[in-house]
């Protein structure tokens, strides 16, 4: 007997699916053989560490208990999601409403009027005896070499 039939023998054995021909056959392979008893040592302690006849799980059993442990991962990730994107829902809610809250106050004076303003006001604080200087623009910065775009 090779050492690949008695490990498949051994494999069998541990479960009561061997005849009697095949038990005989191993058996005297095991007297011989220090290797394969070393193999049925270490099957035993392993694989048939269960009692012989010990019942298999249904299988019927099994499967609703994996499709429950399916259903609880799958509602522990819907509970880890649903904070992450209420927060994000307030985060853009608030977003929007800052905007709204910005255009709705914000007064949109002509930007040459709101400069003239601020640049009169700075001339008379400085020179309070003097007109301030009324410069004719021609609204481009042709004027200022270091700001013309090359």
């Not at 608030?94 to 640049?119: F, I, K, M, W």
């Amino acid at each position: 007997m090779t050492h690949a039939r008695c490990a498949e023998l051994l494999a069998l054995e541990l479960y009561d699916e061997l005849e009697a021909p095949e038990r005989g056959e191993l058996a005297a392979h095991l007297d011989g053989c220090a290797d394969c008893r070393q193999l049925q040592r270490e099957l035993a302690r392993g694989l048939g560490a269960l009692p012989r006849g010990t019942p298999v799980a249904d299988p019927a059993l099994l499967e609703r208990c994996v499709q429950q442990a399916v259903t609880r991962e799958r509602r522990s990730t819907l509970r880890r999601l649903v904070p992450l994107v209420a927060s994000f829902a307030a985060g853009v809610l608030l977003t929007v409403l800052a905007l709204q809250q910005g255009r709705a106050t914000a007064v949109d004076p002509a930007p040459e009027d709101a400069l003239v303003s601020v640049a009169e006001d700075t001339w008379k604080r400085f020179h309070a005896d003097a007109a301030p200087p009324r410069a004719a623009s021609s609204g481009s910065l042709s004027r200022y070499p270091a700001y013309v775009q090359r």
